[in-house]
T-cell receptor, first 113, second 114 residues
Framework: DVKVTQSSRYLVKRTGEKVFLECVQDMDHENMFWYRQDPGLGLRLIYFSYDVKMKEKGDIPEGYSVSREKKERFSLILESASTNQTSMYLC????????????FGPGTRLTVL | AQKVTQAQTEISVVEKEDVTLDCVYETRDTTYYLFWYKQPPSGELVFLIRRNSFDEQNEISGRYSWNFQKSTSSFNFTITASQVVDSAVYFCALSISGTYKYIFGTGTRLKVLA
């Protein structure tokens, strides 16, 4: 059973804290994505990675950075969390060649106080 | 620029009714893929279907069916004889061949009432 897992389902942080959201996939996928989901806005791409140590900015990268040191792991970093980063964060992965579907993790609901 | 529009924010139906979720997309590219995903209350998006731009054949899978019409740039999703378990947020998405980017619509929340 293929899996994308995210380190936390719920997270509460304070303004200014450094926040790490971890995502791990066990499908040996090259491509991994971080999305943010907000009501009325759908899913918006923050960053994606097409290989280890490779990354590209998505539509809303401001305030975020990412790390991909191993193929199976893709981390999203909020350097200094702000209240407007309160949101649902979704990780996804897909095979580079057989791009039938993105596999999504269960999401992390982050609240920044 | 590419865009996906799901004009229906929320739909409520009574169990056993049929319901159609609309999806309209915009792209100048000739090769692209369209997707539907379901997001139940648990939060994890579940893949339902992928269609490529050269395949306009409609598809049926059990109570689900999809109508792809390039002439109107639409990829609509119909649930026949809806059930309470169909209650979820449904997303339509577009991906252009040769890119890694997926453009999602804003989603339609479907509530099926018993």
């Amino acid at each position: 059973d293929v899996k994308v897992t995210q380190s936390s389902r719920y997270l509460v942080k304070r303004t200014g804290e450094k926040v790490f959201l971890e995502c791990v996939q066990d499908m040996d996928h090259e491509n991994m994505f971080w999305y943010r989901q907000d009501p009325g806005l759908g899913l918006r791409l923050i960053y994606f990675s097409y290989d280890v140590k490779m990354k590209e900015k998505g539509d809303i990268p401001e305030g975020y950075s990412v790390s991909r040191e191993k193929k199976e792991r893709f981390s999203l970093i909020l350097e200094s969390a702000s209240t407007n980063q309160t949101s649902m964060y979704l990780c996804a992965s897909i095979h580079r060649v057989f791009r039938n579907e993105q596999f999504f993790g269960p999401g992390t609901r982050l609240t920044v106080l | 620029a590419q865009k996906v529009t799901q004009a229906q924010t929320e739909i409520s139906v009574v169990e056993k009714e049929d319901v159609t979720l609309d999806c309209v997309y915009e792209t100048r590219d000739t090769t692209y893929y369209l997707f539907w995903y379901k997001q139940p209350p648990s939060g994890e998006l579940v893949f339902l279907i992928r269609r490529n731009s050269f395949d306009e054949q409609n598809e049926i899978s059990g109570r689900y069916s999809w109508n792809f019409q390039k002439s109107t740039s639409s990829f609509n999703f119909t649930i026949t004889a809806s059930q309470v378990v169909d209650s979820a947020v449904y997303f339509c998405a577009l991906s252009i061949s040769g890119t890694y980017k997926y453009i999602f619509g804003t989603g339609t929340r479907l509530k099926v009432l018993a």
